[in-house]
């Protein structure tokens, strides 16, 4: 099958009966409940946008067993120049959905990509999950699938053999192995997307603390949100059923945040990719180079957020006349430099890019790693400038039915600047405050802070991976200098 037009997606969404529960009720339909429908709206806008006649060249590319045009984010990059494609096709939806929906299908698609082209490293404890991994993978990018992911168990114990509370009956595991496949019990979260994705991927970041090299805690493996025993629970919907006036991004980009519950879940066998092997499951993000591939679909994302951010902060400096005052450039020129330096992260990941042992062109490490670990701050940061340069403007902000009120003259008249009326300043406003200050702008900066695991595990990575022999060398010699 090619790649999926929104109304494929949409349907597939409607054609895989499965258990979603929001607001203390079962969810019938996932595309028409009010919580969700403009989530999967969006994500219908992104399949379509790889039949616009003027994006498809850019959107898609030809499989390599089908010969039809599949969705680029699937690609497993071999040059330089894959790498760039898909970051422009990455853009492309990353700029449709303003840099609001971190968890767009891309983002798995690149994971998956990635595993595909290292299918080897799967095969090491045994053969058949090479296979499985390579199929799976061919069979999201034939049938252009969504797919969330749920990589953290649930903590009930902070203490230091609880961290990971293996023995409280919490965390996911495998209960059993039959003839069919692997059953498995638990809770994970925070499956992003969950009610509005075709498939669930489930495996652990790393499980560092277990000592012993088998256990039921370590697996990796995706299956239908649909599959029996499977549950979601959503938290409560931050797109309020009001216009795209009042909450213009909350109102078009609710991702939705669920806890999944897995209650004695069959994976058939061609589902699982690691099983019971903690140095595997350990190992994963690293050597076949995931976290590098994800990281780089993520700094194109935070690409595109910063130049949305940067342009609210331009056109709010615009309207309210401040544009000129030293502080609002001084404010404006930080978004500026976090935007130029994802862009320069991004690029410079690609440039120094190289072929990896699997034979696939890795974005460089440390580039990315990078933009990971500043978005944790900078982007509160970027929300912070916007909060100062907006300030009571943010409380000025009546909403699209006051503009039917006999109020409409007064507010037309008082609100009005000389750069903006008061409907243009108000508008602005609103998606300002969409940004900073509602429910919706609230979750995103929580999402940029621990999206890619808790800041301090992210800081203590790029500890270690970053060359630090050379920075000493250079202090060494300098100490070594002779003093005449
Ligand atoms: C909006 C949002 C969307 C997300 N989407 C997904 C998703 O789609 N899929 C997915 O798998 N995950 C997702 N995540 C989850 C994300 O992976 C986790 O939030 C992240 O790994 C951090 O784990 P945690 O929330 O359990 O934080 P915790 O581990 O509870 O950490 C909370 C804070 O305590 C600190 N801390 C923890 N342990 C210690 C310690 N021993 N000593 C001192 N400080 C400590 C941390 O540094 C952190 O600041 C999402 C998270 C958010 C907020």
Redesign the pocket.
């Known amino acids: 099958m090619a790649a999926r037009t929104g109304g494929q997606y949409l349907q597939g969404l409607r054609d895989q009966e499965r258990e979603v529960w929001l607001g203390g009720e079962r969810v019938k339909d996932v595309t028409t409940h009010p919580g969700l429908r403009n989530g999967a709206q969006a994500i219908a806008g992104l399949y379509d946008m790889q039949h616009d006649p003027e994006l498809r060249e850019a959107m898609t590319y030809v499989s390599p067993t089908s010969g039809e045009r599949v969705g680029l984010s699937f690609i497993v990059p071999r040059t330089r120049q894959d790498l760039e494609q898909r970051r422009t096709m990455i853009l492309h939806w990353a700029r449709a959905t303003c840099g609001m929906m ?2 767009s299908p891309d983002f798995m698609n690149v994971t998956f990509a990635a595993w595909a082209g290292a299918a080897d490293y799967f095969a090491q404890s045994r053969p058949e999950l090479g296979q499985n991994i390579r199929r799976y993978y061919e069979h999201i990018r034939e049938g252009d699938l969504t797919l ?5 168990n649930l ?1 009930r114990s ?1 203490t ?1 053999s609880g ?1 990971l509370n293996l023995e409280e009956g919490t965390a996911l595991h495998v209960v059993r192995e039959t003839d069919a496949g692997i059953v498995v019990r638990g809770a ?7 009610p509005l994705a075709d498939e669930i991927a489930v495996y652990s ?1 790393r499980l560092a603390q277990l000592t012993e090299p088998h256990s039921p805690f370590a697996v990796n493996f995706a299956i239908p949100c649909g599959t029996p025993g499977l549950r979601f629970l959503c938290r409560e919907s931050f797109d309020l059923g009001r216009s795209h006036f009042d909450h213009p991004l909350g109102s078009r980009f609710e991702e939705m ?1 669920c806890i999944a519950f897995f209650d004695d879940v069959l994976v058939p066998w061609e589902r699982v990719f690691v099983l019971g092997d903690v140095n595997l499951i350990n190992g994963t993000a690293m050597a076949t180079g995931s976290s590098m591939h994800s990281a780089h679909q993520g700094a194109a994302k935070n690409l595109a957020k910063c130049e949305f951010v940067l342009g609210v902060a331009l056109l709010m400096t615009r309207a309210l006349g401040n544009a000129h005052l030293p502080h609002s450039e001084e404010r404006v020129a930080e978004l500026m430099m976090q935007t130029e330096l994802m862009r320069a992260c991004m690029r410079a990941a690609e440039a120094d890019a190289e072929l990896d042992q699997w034979g696939v062109m890795r974005p460089a490490a440390l580039p990315v790693e990078i933009t990971r670990n500043l978005f944790t701050t900078a982007y509160p940061r970027m929300v912070e400038i916007l909060q100062l340069l907006g300030s009571s403007s943010f409380m000025i902000t009546p909403g699209e039915a006051d503009f039917r009120t006999p109020l409409a003259p007064a507010i037309e008249q008082y609100l009005a600047t000389e750069g903006a009326s008061a409907r243009e300043r108000v508008k602005l406003f609103r998606l300002a405050w969409d940004i900073t200050g509602s429910a919706f702008g609230s ?2 900066v ?2 940029e ?9 992210r800081a203590r990575f790029l500890a270690a991976i970053y060359p630090k022999d050379d920075a000493m060398q250079r202090v060494t010699e300098f100490l070594e200098r002779s003093d005449d």
């Open positions: 971190g968890r969330t992911h749920a990589l953290i903590q902070r230091v961290v994970r979260v925070l499956a992003t997307l969950g970041p945040d979750r995103q929580l999402y802070r621990f999206f890619a695991g808790d800041p301090l595990t």
